[in-house]
């Protein structure tokens, strides 16, 4: 067979994409956006050394719905939700395009629910104050799914499962909440107060478990004792953990890229699968 027909029959074939993170990012405080500090030099060091993925799927614990959706809109606007902080904050734009053919393939891949779409969903909080730092030019497409959380926490891990071939399509999956996030005793006088012991108790659990891949623990968080409960008093920021659990490879490895905390009772905890 002459180079010039082989050349012709491979390019018959599709393009594989390169496999692309799983990245879990404890987003914290709005505030975060407009700081300067490690944890947003963290995020933008993040963005230097990774390469630019096709696309951004968001699951953040900002858009709980009853069912899961995806958003299919290919102009998704900068949701400001939340109040009481400063017009500085209020002011800021992030708005990269959608990416509604990849949220359709979504979709197809999961059958563990019906994905429906949503033509209206912008960008939450938990995506933009996160990707702001990563590619602060907008210029990487970004589309979120909901999480339903009328469903247990093993729903959502198993949802993660069934979007590992988007990570092979060239989509970095961005799963933004915190592993301890309780507003009721946080100290909002001072970002550096010192953590609880119950967060470094459950923060330190939750890391011992990754490192083991001891996912069944995490997923059955309220076996933990009263750390747990003092550090998920409600579920929404821990639930996007599941869908990290999920996504991540049989042999692949789990890297810590920032541990810290905040106002107390707030853990910021970062890990990177791939």
Same mark, same amino acid.
């Given at each position: #067979? ?47 050394? #990774?390469?630019?993925? /096709? ?209 107390? /009772?707030?853990? #910021? ?6």
């Amino acid at each position: #067979m002459k180079l010039q027909e082989l050349a012709n029959i491979a390019g018959n074939f599709p393009v594989r994409e390169k496999t692309m993170p799983m990245l879990f990012i404890g987003h914290g405080h709005p505030m975060n956006a407009l700081w300067d500090n490690d944890f947003t030099q963290t995020l933008t060091k993040l963005g230097k050394n #990774m390469d630019k993925p /096709s696309a951004v799927l968001v699951i953040s614990a900002h858009w709980e719905t009853i069912g899961t959706y995806v958003s299919v809109n290919p102009k998704p606007r900068t949701i400001h939700d939340f109040g009481g902080f400063s017009k500085e904050l209020f002011d800021v734009r992030y708005e990269p395009k959608g990416h509604p053919e990849l949220a359709r393939e979504l979709k197809s891949m999961v059958s563990i629910t019906d994905v429906i779409e949503d033509h209206d969903m912008g960008l939450d909080h938990g995506a933009w104050t996160v990707l702001k730092f990563i590619w602060p030019d907008a210029d990487v497409p970004v589309f979120e799914m909901s999480m339903d959380y009328s469903k247990p926490a093993a729903f959502h891990y198993q949802l993660g499962e069934q979007l590992k071939e988007l990570r092979r399509k060239g989509v970095l999956i961005l799963c933004s909440g915190n592993i301890v996030h309780n507003l009721r005793m946080i100290d909002w006088r001072d970002i550096d107060a010192k953590p609880y012991d119950w967060n470094l108790e459950f923060d330190q659990f939750v890391k011992n478990q990754l490192e083991n891949r001891n996912f069944e623990a995490l997923i059955n968080y309220e076996k933990a004792g009263a750390a747990a409960r003092l550090s998920i008093p409600t579920n929404d920021h821990y639930l996007p953990l599941m869908y990290a659990l999920g996504l991540i490879e049989k042999n692949e490895a789990i890297k810590h890229i920032y541990e810290g905390y905040q106002f107390g /009772s707030l853990s #910021m905890r970062c890990f990177q699968a791939g």
